[in-house]
């Protein structure tokens, strides 16, 4: 079992940025591949960005690149999600989940180990 605590998250003007981080405990942390997905109002769940347990590939939503960052940081057993020039269209709950596995991962469907959840509100 992996338990996964978001924090980090709140209420940003149009144009800010914040930083998610996900704190994991109960398993070695450098095995997990890890994403971000995020869910608005009324919409599915959606991918964000993910990264390989060795930090060296990254996927993100094309509607996040060149704003956000994953990143992480294994020996804090952490991951991060650096928010840049937020939109009121970024508002939604934020969760980080985990796998098992060597790949990046894009699809929610794959991932064993679920947060939850860090409320972003970005008002314009």
């Known amino acids: 079992q992996v338990q996964l605590v978001e924090s980090g998250g709140g209420l940003v003007q149009a144009g800010g940025s914040l930083r998610l981080s996900c704190s994991a405990s109960?398993?070695?942390?450098?095995?997990?591949?890890m994403g971000w997905f995020r869910q608005a109002p009324g919409k599915d769940r959606e991918f964000v960005a993910a990264i390989t347990r060795s930090g060296l590939i990254k996927r993100y939503a094309d509607s996040v690149k060149r704003r956000f960052t994953i990143s992480r940081d294994n020996a804090k057993n952490t991951v991060y999600l650096q928010m840049n020039s937020l939109k009121p269209e970024d508002t939604a709950v934020y969760y980080c989940?985990?796998?098992?596995?060597?790949?990046?991962?894009?699809?929610?469907?794959?991932?064993?180990?679920w947060g939850q959840g860090t409320q972003v509100t970005v008002s314009s």
């Open positions: 989940a985990a796998k098992s596995g060597s790949s990046v991962y894009v699809d929610e469907n794959e991932y064993d180990y």
């Open positions: 109960g398993q070695t942390f450098s095995i997990f591949a």
